[in-house]
């Protein structure tokens, strides 16, 4: 997070804007808005079991996850999730539909805003150096230790009929 003004170097102070605190300089006025990053994750499914990613690095290193990542400026959110899902597990996707937008508030880099689809696909996965493990796991066998918002995305998936 800033603490000194990347224009002129002053301090920044904290200031009531739109009912929001933002980090502004008191001699340039810039202003530090720090807005969500979006991600993308996605729902792979097979008979009723999702896939799940553990993560080999910080942060949340051995927590389980969906495949997912950072949406590059240039893409959609679907590209984003096409790409990532092949990076991080070999396979391709059909993406079936969208489940639903989510606030990460708990990653340690950054707030982000998680688009998280659903989808198919075929093939054996061959891991990224990213994570270390993988498995499909039912709703009520899920991991204890799952990160961001990914647990309340699965278990909402599963209650929309999900399978």
Request: proline share 4%.
């Amino acid at each position: 997070s800033y603490k000194f003004c990347p224009n002129c170097k002053d301090n920044l102070h904290l200031e009531e804007i739109d009912g929001e605190k933002i980090k502004k300089c008191p001699n340039c006025d810039f202003i530090f808005w720090n807005n969500s990053k979006p991600v993308v994750s996605i729902i792979i499914h097979k008979d009723d079991k999702v896939l799940m990613l553990q993560r080999s690095n910080e942060p949340f290193k051995d927590y389980w996850v969906l495949p997912g990542g950072f949406i590059k400026s240039i893409e959609t959110a679907e590209e984003a999730v096409v790409r990532e899902l092949k990076e991080e597990t070999g396979l391709n996707v059909e993406i079936e539909k969208n489940i639903g937008t989510y606030l990460i508030d708990d990653d340690p880099r950054s707030v982000h805003l998680d688009i998280i689809f659903a989808g198919k696909t075929e093939g054996e996965v061959i891991l990224s150096n990213e994570d270390k493990g993988w498995e499909y796991f039912t709703k009520d066998n899920l991991p204890e230790k799952i990160a961001y918002k990914h647990r309340k995305a699965i278990l909402d998936w599963f209650s929309k009929g999900g399978h």
